[in-house]
């Protein structure tokens, strides 16, 4: 991996352990072939697809960074944390992950109970066909389904009708905190990233209390270029990384063909004012033999 700012990284991406449809070894297949040049499978409170996902990576000549994304409750609104460069066998990191995983199913149990009240039944048996991780049922399974079913034509409107706070889908969850989801990175040598900060709906002092908080726990890094992401939010965002000294990452958040905004590694590249988060991890790169 060079030193370079507009290197093609896209640190941000879901295989069938949590919510994305392929596995490892077709994941790190289609980012090599898009062109990335450095990636980073970042399941959602699970590492179990790092091991196949580097070896696959490797035999494409690709670097990878470890990743995951954890699940945070902050200020009333969940947060997404990504984790990148990490020990992938850190007991207190594998610890904590297993905690954030439990209760999913429960959560989903309720779920299916809300979407059978508006008359869907079998939801749950429904969302977990899609499942490839039963500790990960995600409000991402419900939504293939219902697309599957025919009641929302692509999953954005199956969201916006029935998974959203509010709507009957919706079950309240506790998830990380904050400090802890950091402190599980930091603590087996990861660096912390704020996933899609424009996607929340907090207030500017919310804001403001989230990344203050998150760069005293140790938290290093922001997302500027993903999926979820406008040009007007970059710049936003970007002027947030200079006031908070934080380094920037760039992910498309990659579920699945079609599903998003960005295909692998086809982003707009970091602001260039902007310190990219990857010069920090060079020591942590899984190098693909050359
Ligand atoms: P969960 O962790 O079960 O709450 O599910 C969160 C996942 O749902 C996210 O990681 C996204 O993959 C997906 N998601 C959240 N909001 C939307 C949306 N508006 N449209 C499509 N997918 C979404
Ligand atoms: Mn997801
Ligand atoms: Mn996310
Ligand atoms: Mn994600």
């Not at 297949?29 to 450095?38: H, I, K, N, S, T």
């Not at 996902?53 to 494409?60: F, I, L, P």
């Not at 594998?94 to 869907?120: D, F, P, Q, S």
Request: aromatic share 8%; hydrophobic share 45%.
């Amino acid at each position: 991996m060079a030193a370079v700012h507009l290197l093609n990284a896209d640190l941000h991406s879901h295989s069938r352990f949590s919510d994305g449809t392929l596995e490892p070894e077709a994941l790190a297949a289609r980012f090599a072939a898009a062109g990335v040049e450095l990636w980073a499978l970042t399941d959602h409170d699970e590492i179990g697809g790092l091991a196949r996902a580097r070896a696959a990576a490797h035999a494409a000549g690709l670097d990878m960074l470890s990743g995951c994304e954890i699940s945070v409750s902050f200020a009333g609104e969940t947060v997404h944390i990504v984790g990148l460069g990490f020990d992938a066998d850190d007991p207190a990191l594998v610890e904590g992950l297993a905690a954030t995983r439990g209760g999913r199913l429960a959560r989903a149990r309720e779920m299916a109970a809300g979407l059978e009240r508006v008359g869907l039944k079998g939801a749950l048996e429904g969302a977990l066909k899609y499942v490839g991780n039963p500790e990960l049922v995600s409000r991402t399974h419900f939504a293939r389904w219902l697309v599957e079913i025919g009641q929302c034509p692509d999953t954005s409107s199956v969201f916006r009708r029935y998974l959203k706070e509010g709507l009957p889908g919706y079950v309240e969850h506790r998830w990380a905190k904050l400090g802890d989801a950091v402190g599980w990175i930091t603590g087996a040598g990861g660096l912390a990233v704020i996933a899609h900060p424009a996607r929340y709906r907090f207030s500017p002092s919310a804001e403001y209390a989230l990344l203050s908080e998150f760069v005293e726990h140790g938290g290093r890094g922001i997302e500027v270029v993903t999926s979820a992401h406008g040009a007007a939010d970059v710049e936003r965002v970007a002027g947030l990384a200079q006031e908070f000294g934080l380094l920037a990452s760039r992910g498309s958040d990659f579920h699945s063909p079609g599903e998003s905004r960005f295909e692998p590694g086809e982003m707009p590249d970091l602001p260039g004012r902007l310190t990219p988060v990857w010069e920090a991890l060079e020591h942590r790169v899984w190098r693909a033999p050359r």
